[in-house]
């Protein structure tokens, strides 16, 4: 029996947000003619590569070991998973750091991606934004 050829590309292909800003892990799963793969179950695995913790999704808290370190992504259209990382939620305000996202197929289009995610003040347009509040709310003529 042989297996099918299966491409796992993350999307978007964007790197870089300011903190505050909320990254979609996106997955698309399709075959090797890009026909997309529906009623997958892909996980996601987010380590903060500072320290090499993991998030335990059951506690919304990056820890060392235990809790729950997979989180199965949602089928947002034939083929196409998602679930939102929302870094001030789970990491604090204004923080610059720089996460690896682990996603994994597993079943019978088994495979797996990897992504890193940056959170830094950068220039955009040449302004660089500053958080309004604790909250990284930044004033609208800020973003591009």
């Known amino acids: 029996m ?3 050829i299966v491409e796992l590309i993350v999307l978007p292909k964007q790197k870089h947000y300011h903190p505050g800003e909320i ?4 997955l698309l799963i399709q075959d090797s003619n890009g026909n997309p793969i529906p009623g997958q179950k892909p996980t996601i695995v987010i380590y903060r590569t500072n320290d090499n913790k993991y998030l335990d999704f059951a506690s919304g808290k990056f820890v060392s070991s235990g809790g729950q370190k997979y989180q199965i992504l949602t089928e947002i259209r034939p083929g196409v998973y998602a679930w939102n990382f929302n870094q001030d939620k789970y990491d604090g305000p204004n923080r610059e750091r720089t996460y690896k996202i682990v996603y994994e197929n597993k079943g019978k289009y088994p495979g797996t991606a990897v992504q890193e995610v940056v959170y830094k ?3 955009r347009n040449g302004v660089t934004p500053e958080p309004v509040g604790s909250e990284g709310i930044y004033e609208e003529s800020q973003i591009d």
């Not at 990254?23 to 996106?26: A, D, I, L, T």
């Open 23 to 26: 990254h979609s892990c996106n």
């Open 2 to 4: 042989s297996v099918a």
């Open 121 to 123: 003040w950068t220039k």
